[in-house]
């Protein structure tokens, strides 16, 4: 299993990055250079063992053609005579044969003792009739060993040519010995070019493992989440400081934000107390039936706005936790699809006030869950709060729930202004409100799919601009909770 990751790592990262970098500009340059080195060194040792092969081939062909000539012939003038001593006397029989012919072929010698009956008739001998002393190379008929010939004429006294000497050697020990050559060349090139795969392996892994742990911890940082991890590469060199650096900054990003939450808590839990009596003061004047119209008008103002406010800080104080990770649920078995109607029919009156219907059609069914209900509630009044704010009067805001296998989904549709394509990424973001001008602070969608997610649910939203908006709430449901209901 460990190999067939370290494999697939392997492929994934020589395919892009730095990976495919080093296998361009030093892997495949050392692969060219080794496997030519290779080859030009195996072309040399091969060249080298054969010329010196042949040249002494040569050297023993015309040395033989020149004593035939100077001392052999004058003495005995008869070519069969001649042929046999040049034959017999040959000391180098061990290492090459030697075959005297006359120029005809039918006559002819060898060393090996045996007599040869039909002599080969190579291009080497057929030059040597010619007077050219000249080589041949090839594989026997017979026996398919590769050997090679050097061939001279003889000449008789009045320089006419009446033989020719050859002489064979087997290239058998020398293709031996050049096949563990070439062994030896072929070992060392691999062990090169596996050393300098491991030493890029090495080097690639200790450059692109930190690297790609930058990228992720950088990435939490651009999405503000400063605490989920910091870079533990210890080593002194310039990737080590870097991670240093980002570990720093991350820090005084972290500290900074604490700082501006810390205040943001503080003045929401200060607001609080005043808000409360404002509120409380302004419902007791409500009831007072002294109290002339304007002056009844200008109260329920104060009691509106002071609700708002009070919301707004109850909101702040929520993205406050949450950015603080003090944001908790404690859940309770739950009918969810009730608490979801609930909030629908609370919504639905204050819709009416807008001109704008909820439709829903209610359910029979009963979801026991394990949640916040009062958390999810807070979910459901922020989704219907912002169809409402975005419909136009006399629209509708369609409500529906879907049971499903697994799993439970709220869906809240609108027909109003809808989002825009490049809004729709950020919506979920503290304090973002795109091009909206409804009232509202942008933190609702934020800490509602704050909320769904730390009930392991999710909050999905589509929209179009001008053609409306869907948001589906989608949360898990244990099955065990379900049977226990149904029991
Ligand atoms: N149903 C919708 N139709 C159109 N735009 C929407 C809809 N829901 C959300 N948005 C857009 O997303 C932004 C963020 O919504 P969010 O609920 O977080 O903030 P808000 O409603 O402006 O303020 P808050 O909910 O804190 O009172 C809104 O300002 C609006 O631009
Ligand atoms: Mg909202």
Redo the contacts with the bound molecule.
């Keep these: 299993m460990k190999v067939k990751n370290f494999f697939i790592n392997l492929k994934s990262n020589l395919v892009s990055g730095i990976a495919a970098r080093w296998l361009i500009s030093v892997f495949a340059p050392v692969l060219a250079v080794v496997l030519l080195s290779c080859m030009i060194l195996c072309v040399f040792v091969s060249n080298f063992y054969t010329t010196t092969v042949r040249n002494k081939l040569r050297f023993e062909a015309e040395n033989t053609s020149k004593y035939f000539e100077s001392y052999v012939y004058p003495e005995y003038r008869d070519f069969t005579t001649c042929a046999q001593l040049l034959v017999s006397d040959f000391d180098k029989k061990t290492m090459m044969e030697i075959q005297v012919s006359n120029i005809s072929g039918k006559s002819a010698y060898s060393s090996t003792g045996f007599a040869v009956t039909e002599l080969s008739i190579t291009p080497d001998v057929l030059e040597a009739r010619t007077g050219t002393t000249s080589y041949w190379s090839g594989r026997l008929e017979t026996t398919g060993e590769k050997i090679i010939s050097y061939s001279a004429p003889l000449y008789n006294t009045d320089h006419v040519v009446c033989g020719t000497v050859r002489m064979i050697s087997s290239l058998k020990n020398v293709e031996e010995l050049l096949s563990t050559i070439y062994l030896i060349v072929a070992l060392v090139g691999f062990f090169i070019i596996a050393l300098t795969a491991f030493s890029g392996i090495y080097f690639i892994k200790s450059i692109v493992m930190p690297v790609r742990q930058i990228n992720r911890v950088t990435l939490d940082i651009a999405k503000g989440n400063l605490n989920a991890s910091s870079l533990n590469y210890s080593s002194s060199d310039e990737i080590g400081q870097l991670c240093r650096n980002i570990n720093m900054m991350a820090n005084e990003l972290a500290d900074s934000q604490k700082v501006k939450n810390d205040f943001i808590s503080q003045i929401s839990h200060e607001l609080r107390t005043p808000i409360t009596a404002i509120r409380g003061w302004s419902e007791t004047m409500m009831a007072d039936d002294s109290l002339n119209e304007l002056a009844k008008r200008g109260v329920g103002i104060i009691n509106e706005e002071t609700e708002r406010l009070s919301?707004?800080v109850e909101?702040m104080l929520d993205m406050s936790r949450m950015q603080s990770g003090r944001l908790n649920i404690s859940t309770t078995p739950t009918d969810i699809i009730a608490e979801f109607e609930n909030t629908v029919f609370m919504m639905g009156e204050r819709a009416k006030g807008e001109n704008i219907s909820i439709v829903y059609n209610m359910s029979d069914e009963e979801c026991i869950i394990n949640c916040d209900k009062d958390r999810m509630k807070q979910v459901f009044f922020?989704i219907i709060?912002?169809?409402i704010?975005?419909s136009n009067p006399g629209s509708e805001v369609m409500a529906s729930t879907q049971r499903e296998k697994d799993c439970i989904k709220f869906i809240i549709e609108?027909f109003?202004?809808?989002?825009s394509r490049e809004?729709l990424p950020y919506?979920?973001e503290m304090f973002?409100?795109?091009?909206?001008q409804?009232?509202?602070?942008?933190?609702?969608?934020?800490v509602s799919d704050e909320i769904v997610r730390l009930h392991g649910g999710s909050l999905d939203i589509e929209?179009e601009l001008g053609i409306g908006?869907k948001?589906t709430v989608t949360l898990p449901v244990s099955k065990e909770l379900q049977n226990d209901n149904t029991d």
Aim: aromatic residues 2%.
């Design positions: 919301k707004m909101e922020n709060d912002n169809a704010k975005h609108d109003g202004a809808g989002i809004d919506v979920k973002y409100k795109g091009s909206s409804k009232r509202g602070s942008g933190i609702g969608l934020g929209s908006t948001v």
